[in-house]
């Protein structure tokens, strides 16, 4: 919680700077543009240049300000929304998850009673079937129960934990369209005080700049948010194959580690032999 307010205060904090700057760019704009009235000379006003339209970067940048500071806002929490994806899609690929190749060279140190060499390179894997197969290899002498019910609560404390690393995309993809409400609300704020200050002699171009504040901010939530929202579903299924690739994997290492090939005598005990005619599973909890 205290993460989230020091991020959302920096945002205030640098979306305060922006917009004096975005203030001090329009002025210059404003003063080039009449400059550059007065220096043309009334031949250069031909049909040309009257059809030249502004690039579409420029009126982008042009709609953006009318949205003021909440347009700021909105783009710098898709900032950090695309640097949590990013990060996330990286960490939550299927070989940092489930490495085919660790699977294969686990079951061969264990095969051939290195278990130090296997607890030394599962813990320095990194991945989910890395720590819990260093788990295993640290408590194989306990048994299959006990071992099963160790490899479980790691796998399920770990999935929690990348639960958890989504939470900024989800903040993002709520924010977003609540922003865009503020600026919605702001803008008609805008417009009824102008309303009023004009009085009857009021014209319908005045209200353009907030009415168009009240929209600009509006869509920019929209388009930010229905991203976030797809991509969050996305990690999260992510996690979920990722589980259950895990919990096969795992669940067929311990099956041939304890049951079929046992590590130790302890392993081997009569109690052990009733649970192999059992399923063997991983007690992960769904995602």
């Given at each position: 919680?205290?993460?989230?307010?020091?991020?959302?205060?920096?945002?205030?904090?640098?979306?305060?700077?922006?917009?004096?700057?975005?203030?001090?760019?329009?002025?210059?704009?404003?003063?080039?543009?009449?400059?550059?009235?007065?220096?043309?000379?009334?031949?250069?006003?031909?049909?040309?240049?009257?059809?030249?339209?502004?690039?579409?970067?420029?009126?982008?940048?042009?709609?953006?300000?009318?949205?003021?500071?909440?347009?700021?806002?909105?783009?710098?929490?898709?900032?950090?929304?695309?640097?949590?994806?990013?990060?996330?899609?990286?960490?939550?690929?299927?070989?940092?998850?489930?490495?085919?190749?660790?699977?294969?060279?686990?079951?061969?140190?264990?095969?051939?009673?290195?278990?130090?060499?296997?607890?030394?390179?599962?813990?320095?894997?990194?991945?989910?079937?890395?720590?819990?197969?260093?788990?295993?290899?640290?408590?194989?002498?306990?048994?299959?129960?006990?071992?099963?019910?160790?490899?479980?609560?790691?796998?399920?404390?770990?999935?929690?934990?990348?639960?958890?690393?989504?939470?900024?995309?989800?903040?993002?993809?709520?924010?977003?369209?609540?922003?865009?409400?503020?600026?919605?609300?702001?803008?008609?704020?805008?417009?009824?005080?102008?309303?009023?200050?004009?009085?009857?002699?009021?014209?319908?171009?005045?209200?353009?700049?907030?009415?168009?504040?009240?929209?600009?901010?509006?869509?920019?939530?929209?388009?930010?948010?229905?991203?976030?929202?797809?991509?969050?579903?996305?990690?999260?299924?992510?996690?979920?194959?990722?589980?259950?690739?895990?919990?096969?994997?795992?669940?067929?290492?311990?099956?041939?580690?304890?049951?079929?090939?046992?590590?130790?005598?302890?392993?081997?005990?009569?109690?052990?032999?009733?649970?192999?005619?059992?399923p063997v599973g991983l007690e992960v909890e769904?995602?």
């Open positions: 919680m205290r993460a989230v307010v020091v991020v959302l205060t920096c945002l205030l904090i640098v979306s305060l700077g922006v917009r004096s700057s975005f203030a001090q760019t329009g002025a210059a704009d404003v003063d080039a543009a009449v400059a550059s009235v007065e220096t043309d000379s009334p031949a250069s006003d031909t049909p040309e240049l009257s059809t030249q339209e502004s690039s579409a970067v420029e009126e982008l940048v042009h709609k953006l300000r009318q949205g003021g500071i909440v347009v700021v806002l909105q783009i710098l929490l898709s900032i950090v929304g695309v640097s949590v994806a990013l990060e996330r899609l990286v960490h939550l690929r299927g070989k940092a998850l489930v490495p085919p190749k660790l699977v294969d060279d686990a079951d061969r140190l264990w095969k051939g009673g290195k278990f130090d060499e296997l607890v030394e390179m599962a813990g320095k894997d990194g991945s989910l079937l890395g720590l819990v197969i260093e788990e295993v290899a640290r408590h194989r002498s306990a048994g299959h129960q006990v071992v099963s019910q160790l490899a479980g609560d790691v796998a399920a404390r770990e999935i929690r934990r990348h639960m958890q690393r989504l939470f900024p995309i989800a903040l993002v993809a709520t924010l977003e369209p609540l922003l865009g409400l503020l600026g919605t609300m702001l803008g008609m704020i805008g417009a009824f005080e102008t309303v009023a200050v004009a009085g009857s002699m009021g014209d319908a171009s005045i209200l353009a700049d907030d009415i168009a504040k009240a929209l600009v901010t509006t869509a920019v939530g929209l388009i930010i948010a229905i991203p976030a929202v797809f991509i969050y579903q996305c990690l999260k299924s992510q996690i979920g194959f990722g589980s259950a690739s895990l919990d096969q994997a795992a669940s067929g290492l311990i099956s041939d580690w304890l049951i079929l090939a046992p590590a130790s005598p302890d392993a081997a005990d009569e109690t052990d032999t009733k649970e192999s005619r059992a769904a995602v």
